[in-house]
């Protein structure tokens, strides 16, 4: 086995995340006539290998892998399978993942923790934070289950409270002015943290963080150390869509999975927060790094605790994890202004057709505000089932929000082209 060193290996794979697609601005050809806007979109398309006999409307819930993830994947797979020692002497660092995460979220590579998924950031987040008997924590009944349930352990071993509040009555009806001004009234003195998701699964709704990160601050305002409320997001579905950093999002932790929009390797997460409130946190599952590792072998009290600390110990799929620089490459060399520019252009065509049309109701708002890349939609006399069943007979692949209340729901995102939401409203549309 041919054994690269660290770093020349990360270096060749952010050169696989850099190379591997086309920009989609104007290309020179061989001809040096400009490519075609559509083209350009089709080439990053060609990177996937997915089925060109369907039309892919649900690849947020588990992403296909783009070429050079694929292709760092193996060859970190090759690697493991010919030496693991080896392998893992060489590349056991969570520094180049952290670098490659920072460098594409706008923050400090030691302000991020390593997770396997969403649900794996925000259960190691709410059952590290300080809570005590008496202490709320808020949340909407908006929130995926995931975040309830994570409320839920910590409030049991804490003896805290979680009350859950509506942003909204109806999702179209959403507006970024009375979604921050629902937090701001339910703040209380009891509140130590707020838990909200950026994109709502459930409708569509895309919260305005920065303006309930400021109601936070400001209900912070006067308030001693530990009586202060951290800003807790859920960010799955806004994370590989938005071109924001975590600076202008202003909340104190964000959690996502990387196997969605990112395209990154099948579970695979970061957890982010501020570098002063990690030391605030507990961890729940041991690190393997040289802060606890090496305090223990030493005989010594754990250190305060680090961002480092809060990536969970053991044995991963180490080449999914390692390979996640690639896919971070892989949306910096499209560009992130223009990714998000061209999956709120498709949602829009989405949301405008389906708007249109007298059988449909359409629960997402139009507004770009406050929507991302997911629409949910009814289809009169239809059950949201038999909706997604039929458009299967017809090739698309959609899906059926999994809450109470019950919607189809499609996501045009890069691997689609405007034909294929016309194909999409078509279909709808006869379902007349």
Not at 233 to 246: A, Q
Not at 361 to 382: K, N, Q, R, Y
């Amino acid at each position: 086995m041919t054994k690269l060193p660290r770093r020349s290996l990360l270096e060749g794979l952010l050169a696989l995340g850099a190379a591997g697609c086309a920009a989609p601005e104007a290309v020179t050809a061989a001809s040096d006539r400009p490519e075609a806007p559509a083209d350009a979109w089709q080439r990053v398309r060609d990177e996937f290998a997915l089925s060109p006999a369907w039309i892919h409307m649900a690849s947020f819930l588990l992403a296909s892998h783009p070429r050079p993830v694929r292709e760092a994947i193996e060859a970190l797979r090759r690697e493991l399978d010919e030496s693991p020692p080896h392998a893992l002497e060489a590349h056991d660092d969570p520094a180049p993942v952290r670098e490659a995460a920072a460098a594409y979220m706008g923050a400090r590579a030691e302000e991020i923790a390593l997770t396997g998924s969403t649900t794996m950031g925000l259960a190691s987040l709410y059952l590290g934070l300080p809570l005590r008997a008496g202490d709320e924590v808020l949340t909407t009944v908006h929130d995926h289950y995931a975040t309830h349930e994570s409320l839920r352990f910590a409030a049991e071993r804490t003896g805290a409270t979680v009350r859950k509040i509506a942003l909204y009555e109806r999702s179209r009806a959403a507006t970024a002015t009375a979604m921050a001004g629902a937090i701001e009234a339910a703040i209380t003195p009891a509140t130590r943290a707020v838990a909200i998701t950026w994109v709502h699964s459930s409708t569509g709704v895309k919260t305005p963080v920065r303006a309930i990160a400021e109601v936070v601050a400001r209900a912070n305002q006067g308030r001693a150390p530990g009586e202060r409320v951290v800003c807790c997001v859920d960010g799955v579905h806004g994370f590989g869509v938005e071109d924001v950093t975590m600076a202008d999002l202003g909340c104190d932790f964000f959690s996502a999975g990387c196997h969605k929009w990112i395209f990154g390797p099948r579970g695979t997460g970061v957890l982010w927060g501020r570098a002063e409130l990690w030391p605030t946190l507990r961890p729940s599952i041991p690190h393997f790094g040289e802060e606890g590792y090496g305090a223990w072998l030493r005989g010594q009290p754990a250190p305060p605790t680090t961002a480092n600390m809060m990536s969970p110990g053991g044995f991963h799929a180490f080449e999914h994890r390692w390979a996640l620089p690639a896919a971070f490459a892989f949306h910096r060399r499209i560009g992130k202004a223009r990714v998000a520019d061209r999956i709120h252009a498709l949602n829009r065509q989405c949301k405008e057709g389906l708007e249109g049309m007298k059988h449909v109701t359409l629960h997402t708002p139009l507004d770009d505000a406050i929507s991302a890349g997911l629409v949910c939609f009814e289809v009169a006399g239809m059950t949201p089932a038999a909706v997604v069943g039929r458009l299967r007979e017809r090739k698309i692949v959609a899906s059926v929000t999994p809450y109470a209340t019950r919607y189809a729901r499609v996501a045009p995102s890069l691997l689609n082209s405007e034909a294929d939401i016309e194909a999409v409203l078509r279909e709808v549309r006869a379902l007349a």
